[in-house]
């Protein structure tokens, strides 16, 4: 797939890892109609699993309400107990094979790769539908590794399995990696702002 038949990339859209989701959800609902969103991924973080039940209820009305699949990172059991899409992996290659043996063809099932190209065309061969690497920017999180333009470029001509960038991103990443990525994952950079909708207009400005 060269370069110029690529269509843009989409918004791949996720969540806080914390929210009150009476609050969360009307901002959430703002931004699915404001913006074109291909996915929703509930990062939540609580480990508590009525709290993540609840969070994936008032979620999924509103994704749903709008055709956006709704996806949850880890919690693989809670997928078809909440009527959820599909699930987004966090170890990299290790458990796509069995969660698709376990979850069926139809379920949406992502990768996070880190900056691994041998990870990322693991999980595509176990199974997985997209894979994801980052940080593509600059963050204080994990051993600052970044995830390079280089990765994407290689991937984007030599896999067709889709690709996600994500991590600490600004819009001057987002014009350098539209050429060679398929989906940009954004939450953390919008959530803080007072307009979540124009904080990712803004962001996504290089894409229009």
Not at 138 to 166: C, K, N, Y
């Amino acid at each position: 797939m060269s370069d110029d038949t690529r269509d843009a990339p989409r918004i791949y859209l996720v969540s806080p890892p914390a929210f009150d989701p009476e609050s969360f959800g009307a901002t959430l609902a703002r931004v699915l109609d404001a913006h074109d969103i291909a996915c929703l991924r509930l990062a939540h973080a609580s480990t508590d699993a009525d709290d993540v039940a609840r969070a994936a209820d008032a979620l999924r009305l509103i994704a749903h309400d709008r055709d956006v699949p709704l996806v949850i990172e880890r919690h693989i059991g809670l997928v078809e107990k909440l009527g959820l899409d599909g699930v987004h992996l966090t170890d990299a290659a290790r458990s796509v094979r069995k969660t698709r043996k376990d979850m069926g063809a139809d379920a949406i099932i992502g990768a996070h790769c880190g900056v691994s190209s041998h990870e990322g065309m693991s999980a595509g061969e176990n199974g997985a539908d997209y894979i994801a690497f980052g940080p593509v920017g600059d963050s204080p999180l994990g051993d600052g590794t970044r995830a390079e333009h280089d990765l994407f470029a290689w991937w984007s001509q030599m896999i067709e399995l889709p690709v996600v960038a994500e991590g600490a991103l600004t819009a001057d990443l987002v014009a350098a990696f539209a050429p060679v990525t398929d989906f940009f994952a954004i939450g953390a950079e919008i959530w803080g702002q007072d307009d979540p909708a124009a904080a990712l207009t803004a962001l996504t400005a290089p894409l229009r």
